[in-house]
């Protein structure tokens, strides 16, 4: 029987108080920070980073869903050809993937794949959201098991258009159609509320305190205190709340509201191995200031305006761009990347093409205070790679300020820029500390 063997959940480095935000652009006041993603983090960098956590001996294909349609064109093609693995896009939505679980679909797929969502909040005054990313591993014999799946199209329009684009829109109605998709899932699938656990992927905490009120024995909701809702990435937060301290033979249900709603039951089967759960200890390593926070949102979260990058020349540049292609001397033995025409140290052109390792150390490194960027400072690193060859780029957050000699670090795909016009984004590696 299939289900899921791994989960990867992932938060950027960054935060802002939530008081500061509400404070910044009006609504309700809330406490705790909020996970944001930075200026070069969008919705397929934290996918990638999630997706990256997964076991890597799992030769799985990744399904990718995306909430950011102009992130979701090119999804398939940048994180396929940086993980070196076939990438199956699902669509748009909290929903998205987890839909594709409680369908006929999976069977296509070989039941051994590998789920990926994100969550971006771009507006402003929802305190409440928090950028994330999540990645579950799917396949045959894993620890949980999906026993059963249920699925209403029905009138649950949480995310409505709008002039502002999709926006959250949870009405007393909506509350109501959900409980009774609840029930109605509850009794399909004889789920026990008062025996098995439950795990709803709330959008609000208003929500939330109604499913309190419906005195369900073992209920875990999204994680307000902490981190927030994360929208599509969500529901595997939940889910791995709410499977702390299962025993083989526990159930739990995962209900996932959206245009409709979902409701998942698995069940953890004694297999000899636990259920992988890689959970983030997030904390605001550094509070972004509210007026540059604004700065971000002013442009989606955008890097400014730079190299106007086609998709012809991406697809082109990929295999060193993307899957870190260089090249081997056959002379000498040196590795450079990017590839060259000629060995960089005795001239030679005879060599063959071969992947430099993702991780290294720092050998050398500046603080650059002059380079356009909307948070500054921007790190400029060398780092000797694994294996040999050596690249320089740019750090991440966490080496902004401080990037020692000798540290480990490992490459992160990121955002550069977007070009002109709002021409195909740039996406490429930047270092950060090894994880």
């Not at 950027?12 to 509400?22: K, L």
């Not at 929903?95 to 909040?121: M, P």
């Not at 009120?213 to 929208?231: C, E, K, T």
Request: net charge negative.
């Amino acid at each position: 029987m299939s289900g899921i063997a791994s989960i990867a959940l992932w938060l950027p480095y960054r935060g802002v108080e939530r008081a500061s935000v509400a404070a910044l652009h009006g609504g309700r006041g809330a406490q705790g920070n909020r996970p944001v993603a930075g200026a070069d983090e969008d919705g397929l960098t934290l996918a990638w980073d999630a997706a990256t956590r997964l076991n890597h001996d799992l030769d799985i294909p990744l399904a990718v869903s995306l909430e950011d349609v102009t992130v979701s064109v090119r999804a398939q093609s940048v994180i396929g050809r940086a993980m070196g693995r076939h990438v199956i896009e699902l669509g748009q939505g909290p929903r998205a993937g987890w839909d594709l679980l409680a369908s006929d679909q999976v069977a296509i797929l070989d039941v051994a794949w590998g789920v990926v969502s994100w969550a971006r909040s771009d507006e402003p005054v929802a305190t409440w959201h928090a950028d994330a990313g999540a990645a579950i591993a799917w396949r045959e014999d894993a620890p949980l098991q999906l026993v059963g799946n249920w699925q209403n199209e029905g009138p649950l329009p949480v995310w409505r258009n709008g002039a502002g684009g999709c926006q959250l829109d949870w009405s007393a109605p909506d509350q109501a159609a959900l409980f009774s998709a609840c029930d109605e899932a509850f009794s399909v699938l004889n789920i026990r509320p008062e025996r098995d656990r439950i795990a709803v992927s709330c959008p609000l905490p208003g929500v939330w305190k109604q499913v309190q009120r419906r005195g369900w024995a073992h209920v875990v909701g999204s994680d307000f205190g902490q981190i927030g809702y994360a929208r599509g990435a969500d529901p595997a937060f939940t889910l791995a709340r709410a499977m702390e301290g299962m025993q083989p033979g526990d159930r739990v249900a995962l209900v996932v509201p959206g245009a409709g709603a979902t409701v998942l039951l698995f069940e953890l089967a004694d297999t000899g191995q636990p259920v992988q759960i890689l959970m983030p200890r997030w904390q605001a390593a550094r509070a972004i200031p509210p007026g540059r926070w604004a700065a971000f949102r002013r442009r989606d979260g955008h890097i400014q305006s730079g190299v106007e990058m086609s998709s012809s020349l991406g697809w082109r540049e990929a295999s060193w761009q993307l899957e870190r292609m260089g090249f081997r001397c056959a002379a000498c033995g040196e590795l450079s990347w990017p590839a060259q025409q000629n060995c960089i140290v005795c001239g030679q052109r005879e060599g063959r093409r071969e992947p430099v390792a993702a991780t290294g150390t720092v050998f050398t490194g500046t603080i650059d205070h002059l380079h356009p960027s909307l948070d500054p400072p921007t790190s400029m690193i060398v780092a000797d790679l694994d294996g040999g060859g050596r690249a320089y780029l740019q750090g991440t957050d966490d080496l902004a300020h401080d990037c020692p000699i000798g540290t480990p670090v490992e490459m992160a795909l990121r955002r550069y820029h977007d070009g002109e016009s709002g021409q195909t984004p740039h996406y490429f590696w930047k270092l950060r500390r090894r994880a």
